[in-house]
């Protein structure tokens, strides 16, 4: 059993790559029952606002099958499914505990025919070329170390012309919402996370790894290099998520 009070983590900066898919791992695995509650209370339920926009933007062309990649507790494959209801829906999360928590609200909302979550590797996606109209991540990307390999998989998946699309939360443009923003990430959200889970730095690590995210433009540039066209990046809220789009 792992001793999760009073645990600490090395900066991402100081990650070397094995080091932070462990640490991720057992981070999602130590807040798995009170995920879905946090993600709601320390974002002031602007999550579920940013999973709508991201769904609405969503494309069906060809094969009506979505993928979400990093999937978690499937908020973000529940949206599509209820959403588009000609649209079948697969999610998979590298977290046995986030996936088997996901399978449980699947059940609950009656759509175990169209929507199926199991354990899968975002840099190893098991499905063919082609097999997705459309394929996303939530809230994932920044907690994979090897993001280019993460999107070419997600590109490949897809059929020509097909949208991938990647919801992450970001920092504000330099100014008075960036310093705010900063200030409620490094000094109030793990205060408030203590309260509510056993693994507070699990939070202190969210607010070191969006600090550490790419810019905009940055991760344009790496969505570009995987060979993606059309790319955008669409911020929400004052640019503390951005909804980022490209095309096969």
């Known amino acids: 059993m792992i001793e999760l009070q009073n645990k600490e983590y090395p900066s991402v900066k100081e990650m070397n790559d094995e080091q932070r898919i462990g640490i991720v791992k057992d981070i999602f695995a130590s807040v798995t029952d009170k995920y879905d509650f946090l993600n709601r209370f320390l974002s ?70 169209r929507v199926e979550l199991k354990w899968g590797d975002a840099t190893q996606i098991e499905f063919d070329d082609n097999t997705f109209d459309v394929t996303a991540i939530a809230f994932g990307i920044r907690n994979i170390p090897d993001k280019e390999k993460a999107l070419s998989e997600m590109k490949r998946v897809i059929v020509d012309n097909g949208q991938l699309m990647v919801l992450e939360l970001t920092t504000p443009e330099p100014g008075f919402w960036r310093n705010t923003y900063s200030f409620y990430l490094n000094g109030v959200l793990p205060k408030l996370a203590k309260w509510f889970t056993k693994n507070p730095a699990a939070y202190e690590y969210l607010a070191d790894s969006i600090m550490n995210f790419p810019t905009r433009r940055e991760f344009l540039m790496i969505m570009e290099s995987v060979g993606l066209k059309n790319c955008k990046a669409i911020p929400l809220t004052f640019g503390v998520c951005t909804l980022y789009i490209g095309q096969k």
């Open 44 to 113: 002031g339920r602007r999550d579920v606002a940013w999973r709508k926009r991201t769904v609405s933007e969503m494309d069906f062309i060809k094969t009506y099958r979505f993928l979400d990649v990093a999937t978690g507790t499937g908020d973000l494959a529940l949206d599509c499914a209820n959403t588009y209801p000609d649209v079948n829906v697969t999610g998979v999360d590298f977290v046995q505990d986030m996936v088997d928590k996901g399978i449980e609200k699947v059940s609950s909302q009656k759509l175990d025919d």
